[in-house]
């Protein structure tokens, strides 16, 4: 099983940005799927997290800017991000727990980082 995110990038204050993330392998279920980010000197923190059934829960400081949703025929979790600011820069990491086909029990596994600047 993989997580590969992909949509980082240049981008200016006020500006958006799409940031995607699909899991691929021998996956029965997923559960919860979010993004994390970790700025420079900074300790990787939660950004969004959607659960199974939809429900979603997000960091204070992007309410209202950020939307996470997913796809689950896909396997994808996505964050539309709006109203960008520079302290959005970033390296914005996936995150799924999964149950592998065939086993006990599930797996948090983490995507390679998308890096995120937002500068003029």
């Known amino acids: 099983v993989q997580l590969q995110a992909s949509g980082g990038g240049l981008v200016q204050p006020g500006g958006s940005l799409r940031l995607s993330c699909t899991a691929s392998g021998t996956i029965f279920s997923i559960n919860h799927m979010g993004w994390y980010r970790q700025a420079p000197g900074k300790q990787r923190e939660l950004v969004a997290v959607i659960f199974s059934g939809g429900s979603v829960s997000s960091a204070g400081s992007v309410k209202g800017r950020f939307t996470i949703s997913r796809d689950n025929a896909k396997n994808t979790v996505y964050l539309q991000m709006n109203s960008l600011k520079p302290e959005d820069t970033a390296t914005y990491y996936c995150?799924?727990?999964?149950?592998?086909?065939?086993?006990?029990?599930?797996?948090?596994?983490w995507g390679q980082g998308t890096l995120v600047t937002v500068s003029s």
């Open positions: 995150n799924a727990e999964i149950k592998v086909a065939g086993t006990m029990g599930v797996v948090n596994y």
